[in-house]
Structures are given as C-alpha cells and as structure tokens.
C-alpha cells in the first residue's frame, strides 16, 4: 500500500507539445500529492501540489489532474520546452513531512 | 528565500574510512531535517528524520550505527557515513521542513563515491 506507481519510465516530446506523466496509488490515506522536477545532479524542487479535495490545479504551463475515486494523478505539461527536460517525481504524503516518491519519468524535449 | 545547501557537492573517498556531509537552512530555522538516498535512475528513499537537539529517528533497513546523524542547530544537520564501503555510493539529499504543514524544501544533494 505504501507504493506510488509512476508511468512512464521516459518520455519524449517535441518543443510546444503536451508532456502527461501518470501516477497511481493505494492507500487512501494519503492527503497531499506534490510533484517533483529534478535536474541531473540537484536536488529536487518543487513544482506543483494537490489534495483529494480537488480535481485539478494549474500553475502556468504545469497542471494536475486528479481523480480520488480511481486513486490517480497525473501532470501535464503544456507547451513542453526543452528547458522542461528533467525527470520529474511524483510523491504522496503518508505522514507528517514523509512523501513516499514515484520511480521518476525523465522527460526529453526535443527543440 | 527557503533556500537549503549541502557540503561537500561531491565528494570521493576510500574504503573504510568516514564521510561527513552537512545539510544547512541558509535562511530559516529548521527543527526537523530529513536524508534521502538516491541511487542512479531511481527514487529518493528516506533514511532518517533528523530532529533539533534529538536523537534521529530511521526508516527501517537503515543501519543506525552507519549513518550517523547529527542536528546540533536550528540550521543545521549532518550525515556521517561511517567505515564507507563501495556500495554506500549514491546520491545523498538532505531537506528541511518549513512552515506549511507539508513544505519541505530540498538541498541540491551530495554525490558519493567509494573507491
């Protein structure tokens, strides 16, 4: 249950497209789902955050989509640039301060 | 602002011998401090919870003994590999804990490499 299920492994999208990484989940108890943009050598940064009482969140060109009764999540990136290349982490809050991660989708963008 | 660094970025050492890497807010207090471990192309994994003039609580399967942990300020905490062996080589991260109940802000992470 204490699992994170992160799709796909890569991916790789052309400048302007639309970039869509998927996560799924078990445990219900789960309460804040952040997702996570990690350049090659630095630590991760935050990109963007929901909780199960809402359906969606946008930030600019980065926006959630979530669906508490099928227990998954999903980013979507809107016009991908290549500067969007990273690998991005979901992650799932299963108590105070501790995130369980997903396993990573490194993201190419081609220009 | 929310800024967390780490010291060394990389650092190489010889078997046996013991590593320390420190974890500091740079611009906020932080009582509660965590290590993750990395390794290439995989997820970050929690070794421990490094709490403020405390002992450090660890996730299982992380030997205690081996990764030492110290919080002895508001801003900063250090992991200390001990007796290193190649297979301790990976990708330390530290974070810190701010204000929300669930911000947690990263450091840029430690590469270790065990020779």
């Known amino acids: 249950q204490q699992q994170v299920k992160q799709s796909p492994q890569s991916l790789i999208v052309q400048k302007g497209g639309i970039s869509i990484i998927n996560c799924a989940y078990e445990?219900?108890?789960?309460?804040?789902f952040p997702w996570y943009q990690q350049f090659p050598g630095k630590g991760p940064a935050l990109l963007i955050a929901?909780?199960?009482?809402?359906s969606e969140k946008k930030e600019g060109r980065f926006t959630i989509s979530f669906n508490k009764s099928a227990k998954q999540f999903s980013l979507h990136i809107m016009d991908s640039q290549p500067g969007d290349s990273a690998t991005y982490f979901c992650?799932?809050?299963?108590?105070?301060?501790?995130?369980?991660f997903g396993t990573g989708t490194r993201l190419k963008v081609l220009a | 602002g929310a800024v967390v660094s780490q010291h060394p970025s990389r650092v190489i050492c010889k078997s046996g011998t013991s590593v320390k890497i420190e974890c500091r807010s740079l611009?906020?207090?932080?009582?509660?401090m965590f290590w993750y471990r990395q390794f290439p192309k995989q997820s970050l994994m929690l070794m421990a919870t490094?709490?403020?003039?405390?002992?450090?609580?660890?996730e299982q399967g992380v030997e205690k003994d081996k990764f030492l942990i110290n919080h002895a300020s508001l801003t900063l905490s250090t992991l200390t590999v001990t007796s290193a062996h190649p297979e301790d080589s990976s990708f330390y991260i530290c974070?810190?804990?701010?204000?929300?109940?669930?911000?947690?802000?990263f450091g840029p992470g430690t590469r270790l490499t065990v020779t």
């Open positions: 611009d906020f207090q932080a009582t509660t």
């Open positions: 974070s810190a804990r701010g204000d929300g109940p669930y911000e947690q802000y």
């Open positions: 445990n219900t108890a789960f309460d804040y």
């Open positions: 929901i909780r199960p009482d809402v």
């Open positions: 490094s709490n403020e003039g405390s002992k450090a609580t660890y």
């Open positions: 992650a799932a809050n299963y108590a105070t301060y501790k995130y369980i």
